[in-house]
């Protein structure tokens, strides 16, 4: 069993930036990937971003050259550093974490809100 937190979100104006952090209730250095998805209202869950255990980065179209993906292994943590925020962006976003046997486990969502 895996526990993922997230914290970080909140409502920012357009333009600006959030850092959203994930926390895991266990080393992540088995984890064969971690991730962020994104749900807005009335639409299906979405890839953000994901970052594989030997660090390989893969960042949906829409958020490329804004967002970032990191992870730290030491403290058990992946990160999504966020700028020039858009309404778009608006949704609640949850960590993902896939582990060896392809088993998949999810945070509780934080939400994000950019006003215009």
């Known amino acids: 069993q895996v526990q993922l937190v997230e914290s970080g979100g909140g409502l920012v104006q357009a333009g600006g930036f959030l850092r959203l952090s994930c926390a895991a209730s266990?080393?992540?250095?088995?984890?064969?990937?971690m991730g962020w998805y994104r749900q807005a209202p009335g639409k299906q869950r979405e890839l953000v971003a994901a970052?594989?255990?030997?660090?390989?980065?893969n960042t949906a179209d829409s958020v490329k050259g804004r967002f970032t993906i990191s992870r730290d292994n030491t403290k058990n943590t992946v990160s999504l550093q966020m700028n020039s925020l858009k309404p778009e962006d608006t949704a609640v976003y949850y960590c993902n974490a896939v582990i060896r046997g392809g088993y998949n486990y999810w945070g509780q969502g934080t939400q994000v809100t950019v006003s215009s």
């Open positions: 266990r080393s992540i250095l088995g984890f064969n990937a």
């Open positions: 970052i594989t255990s030997g660090g390989v980065t």
